[in-house]
């Protein structure tokens, strides 16, 4: 299952509500290190797919969310369980660290 977008609009239906883990990439497109982990997370989406869901935040298109929640620096991932923030990771990693990370997470 492939990474999903989400909006300020659909944030509280697709991640607060959602009956299992969503982790959320919090992006922008002018962001290097976001469009390096991309491919990663997508691989990881598939890999995770019955364990955890995997969507993106585009920072410049959705200012509320990240704004409430606080991003400051991107690419930031945060883990959300049960609607939520459970554990967050900043920056980028190779695939192997973010899946790793998750994993230890979940």
Known sequence: MATKAVTDASFATDV????KPVLVDFWAD??????MIGPALEEISDELADQVSI???DIMENTTVPGEI????IPLLILF???KPVA???????K???????????
Not at 30 to 35: E, F, L, Q, T
Not at 70 to 73: E, H, L
């Open 88 to 94: 967050q990771k900043l920056g980028a990693a190779p």
């Open 30 to 35: 002018w962001c290097g290190p976001c469009k």
């Open 16 to 19: 607060l509500g959602a009956d």
């Open 81 to 83: 369980k049960d609607g």
């Open 96 to 106: 192997s660290q973010l899946k790793g990370w998750l994993e230890s997470v979940l």
């Open 55 to 57: 969507v993106k935040m």
């Open 70 to 73: 606080g991003v400051q620096s």
